[in-house]
C-alpha cells in the first residue's frame, strides 16, 4: 500500500513539473492592423403617416396606407423590405379609433432601400399632408463580412512583415507563428446628413430631384495581435 502511495506522489510530482515548464523559446509579439472605407448600401428609412382633416372629411389612415403601399411597389421594393414598424402602436390606434371617432390615427412603417432617390420617389406619390415624418433609421454594408475576412487576413500579414523587419533590424530570423488572437474592435459609424427629413411635398407631377441625404463613409478597421517565435 505504502508503494503505490509513494507512486502516486511521484507522478503527481513529475506531471505537475511538466505543466509548470516554462516555455524557453524566444518570441517577438505584434499587432498589425488593416482598414478600409467603404459606402453604406442597404439603408432603413422610417415613414411615418398621419391622418388628417381635408374641410370636413377625414382622409383616412388606411387610405394614406394604400397609396404608400401602391408607391412602395412602383418603386422595385420587395413585399418583404416594406413593413409595419410598431405593431403594438397599431393595435393601439384600432382600439382609440373605435372609443374615439375625432382621434387622428398615425402609423409608421419602415422601408428597406439601396438607394436613397428611391424615397424622395415613393414620397412624390403620397399625400403630402398625410406624411408626419421621415427619416434614415439604421444602414448596413452588403458585403461587410466578407471584407472583415479580408482585412483580418491582411492585418495578420502585416504583423507578420512587421516581426519580420524588426528582427531583420537586430540580425535575427523570424520563426512561425505562436499565438494569433483577433481584437474585437467592430467599427459601426453613424449616418451623417444634411437634412432629415426628405423631399416629401412634391407636387404629384413634379420629378423628384437627387437626395439630399450625404452618407459618409463607414470606415472599417480590423487588428491581429500575433507571437512569432525567433529563430536560432
Do not use: C
Not at 377625414?58 to 411597389?73: C, F, G, P
Not at 415613393?122 to 471584407?147: F, M, R
Amino acid at each position: 500500500m505504502k508503494k503505490l502511495f509513494l507512486l502516486a506522489a511521484l507522478l503527481t510530482v513529475t506531471i505537475t513539473g511538466f505543466a509548470q515548464t516554462p516555455d524557453q523559446r524566444r518570441k517577438i509579439e505584434v499587432t498589425g492592423s488593416a482598414e478600409q472605407e467603404v459606402t453604406p448600401d442597404i439603408i432603413y428609412v422610417a415613414i411615418s403617416l398621419k391622418e388628417y382633416m381635408n374641410g370636413k372629411n377625414k382622409v383616412d389612415i388606411s387610405t394614406l396606407e394604400r397609396q404608400l403601399q401602391k408607391a412602395v411597389t412602383e418603386a422595385g421594393v420587395a413585399k418583404e423590405d416594406f413593413m409595419i414598424n410598431n405593431i403594438s402602436s397599431y393595435n393601439y390606434i384600432i382600439d382609440k379609433k373605435k372609443k374615439d371617432p375625432d382621434f387622428m390615427a398615425s402609423k409608421q412603417y419602415r422601408i428597406k432601400v439601396r438607394d436613397l432617390n428611391a424615397i424622395n420617389i415613393i414620397l412624390s406619390k403620397v399625400d403630402d399632408k398625410g406624411i408626419q415624418s421621415t427619416g434614415v433609421e439604421s444602414y448596413e454594408y452588403s458585403k461587410q463580412a466578407e471584407l472583415r475576412k479580408e482585412l483580418k487576413i491582411k492585418a495578420l500579414q502585416a504583423a507578420r512583415e512587421k516581426a519580420g523587419y524588426l528582427l531583420t533590424s537586430i540580425g535575427e530570423k523570424l520563426g512561425g507563428a505562436i499565438e494569433i488572437q483577433e481584437i474585437d474592435n467592430e467599427p459601426m459609424g453613424r449616418p451623417v446628413y444634411s437634412n432629415m427629413m426628405f423631399k416629401s411635398a412634391m407636387a404629384a407631377d413634379a420629378t423628384p430631384q437627387e437626395s439630399d441625404v450625404d452618407f459618409k463613409k463607414i470606415k472599417l478597421n480590423y487588428q491581429v495581435r500575433a507571437v512569432f517565435e525567433i529563430a536560432k
